[in-house]
């Protein structure tokens, strides 16, 4: 398992051009809604690193530079997690890893919770890596807001390759319990986990939850 507290900065993926032609509807909502959201966080950065350049209290420099690292980070995330435009095969494990360390410098950092990724180099299409990411993202969210009482944790991600499927789980150390009514973080994973063809199995106990994705590998040079 890797630690991604000081894991180096990934470079963004870059999708190549396929022979789709135009976007849907819904792919466009979706592009607008993507953009507005980046415009919005990107304003919100240069609001505050031009108030700490104005302010002289060492003190108020301090707390709007912190402030502008976290908007920063959420924006990463918010990049990792961006639809791709084009479906090509790209290395699942180094797009996770990219969207794990995102997640760390956004949120876990500042809650004391450690995120390990364990994957081997595998190739999947853009939108499966792109589905699964979303998947994962909103699993270690629930962790770190449900397994954790405030005193920091573990949570582990891992992806294999089972031959003709997919396995990704996500696992904490913490006591989240059960009864925890679903929210529409796990509503948006369940239609997830079914755009995927997949399965998703859940199991809690003392020692913490265990959440395994699993989906069909799309065989190379299948478009979805």
Same mark, same amino acid.
């Given at each position: 398992?890797?630690?991604?507290?000081?894991?180096?900065?990934?470079?963004?993926?870059?999708?190549?051009?396929?022979?789709?032609?135009?976007?849907?509807?819904?792919?466009?909502?979706?592009?607008?809604?993507?953009? =507005?959201?980046?415009?919005?966080?990107?304003?919100?950065?240069?609001?505050?690193?031009?108030?700490?350049? =104005?302010?002289?209290?060492?003190?108020?420099?301090?707390?709007?530079? =912190?402030?502008?690292? =976290?908007?920063?980070?959420?924006?990463?995330?918010?990049?990792?997690?961006?639809?791709?435009?084009?479906?090509?095969?790209?290395?699942?494990?180094?797009?996770?890893?990219?969207?794990?360390?995102?997640?760390?410098?956004?949120?876990?950092?500042?809650?004391?919770?450690?995120?390990?990724?364990?994957?081997?180099?595998?190739?999947?299409?853009?939108?499966?890596?792109?589905?699964?990411?979303?998947?994962?993202?909103?699993?270690?969210?629930?962790?770190?807001?449900?397994?954790?009482?405030?005193?920091?944790? $573990?949570?582990? $991600?891992?992806?294999?390759?089972?031959?003709?499927?997919?396995?990704?789980?996500?696992?904490?150390?913490?006591?989240?319990?059960?009864?925890?009514?679903?929210?529409?973080?796990?509503?948006?994973?369940?239609?997830?986990?079914?755009?995927?063809?997949?399965?998703?199995?859940?199991?809690?106990?003392?020692?913490?939850?265990?959440?395994?994705?699993?989906?069909?590998?799309?065989?190379?040079?299948?478009?979805?």
């Amino acid at each position: 398992m890797t630690p991604l507290a000081s894991a180096p900065e990934y470079a963004l993926i870059d999708y190549a051009p396929s022979s789709r032609s135009s976007a849907s509807e819904d792919r466009l909502l979706l592009d607008e809604l993507t953009h =507005r959201v980046s415009n919005e966080l990107a304003a919100a950065i240069g609001i505050v690193t031009a108030a700490a350049a =104005r302010s002289s209290a060492t003190e108020v420099k301090i707390a709007l530079d =912190r402030v502008r690292e =976290r908007l920063e980070s959420w924006a990463r995330v918010q990049l990792a997690l961006q639809m791709p435009d084009y479906d090509t095969l790209i290395d699942a494990s180094l797009y996770l890893r990219q969207l794990c360390h995102a997640l760390v410098r956004s949120k876990l950092n500042w809650q004391e919770i450690e995120l390990t990724v364990s994957a081997a180099p595998l190739k999947l299409h853009s939108v499966q890596c792109w589905r699964m990411g979303l998947i994962v993202a909103e699993l270690v969210t629930n962790s770190a807001r449900h397994a954790f009482s405030g005193n920091g944790g $573990v949570i582990n $991600v891992d992806l294999v390759c089972l031959e003709a499927a997919v396995e990704c789980c996500v696992e904490d150390n913490g006591s989240a319990h059960e009864g925890v009514r679903p929210g529409r973080g796990l509503r948006i994973v369940a239609a997830l986990t079914e755009k995927l063809g997949g399965t998703m199995e859940q199991r809690f106990g003392p020692r913490g939850t265990r959440s395994t994705l699993t989906f069909p590998l799309v065989e190379e040079g299948v478009t979805r």
